[in-house]
């Protein structure tokens, strides 16, 4: 098992900046890649970023390049997405997923946290 949750989310002006974690928990040995996704309201869950666990190599949406950037913290248990120049756009809840690789389909992560919301305002 492996257990995901996430926080940092809420309101922010646009053009500001959020960060948000995701801790994971469990089986983390057993991870492989993970990644940041987000849904808003009436649309299908779209990939933001991810990169491999235990390695630095990283992959972002083209809405997220320049913007996002996702890291690990040092103790290894600990996934951001630091968010700048936030827009309309991006407000949606944002989910932590992990899985045996790295890949843009949420359909192949097998864990998932609860969600964080994300409203940028106009």
């Known amino acids: 098992q492996v257990q995901l949750v996430e926080s940092g989310g809420g309101l922010v002006q646009a053009g500001g900046s959020l960060s948000l974690s995701c801790a994971a928990s469990?089986?983390?040995?057993?991870?492989?890649?993970i990644a940041w996704f987000r849904q808003a309201p009436g649309k299908e869950r779209e990939f933001v970023a991810a990169?491999?666990?235990?390695?630095?190599?990283?992959n972002y949406a083209d809405a997220a390049k320049g913007r996002f950037t996702i890291s690990r913290d040092n103790n290894k248990n600990l996934v951001y997405l630091q968010m700048h120049r936030l827009i309309p756009e991006d407000t949606a809840v944002y989910y932590c997923a992990a899985g045996s690789g790295l890949f843009e389909d949420a359909h192949l992560y097998a864990y998932w946290g609860q969600g964080t919301q994300v409203t940028v305002s106009s």
């Open positions: 469990g089986r983390t040995y057993s991870l492989r890649g």
């Open positions: 990169r491999w666990w235990s390695s630095g190599f990283t």
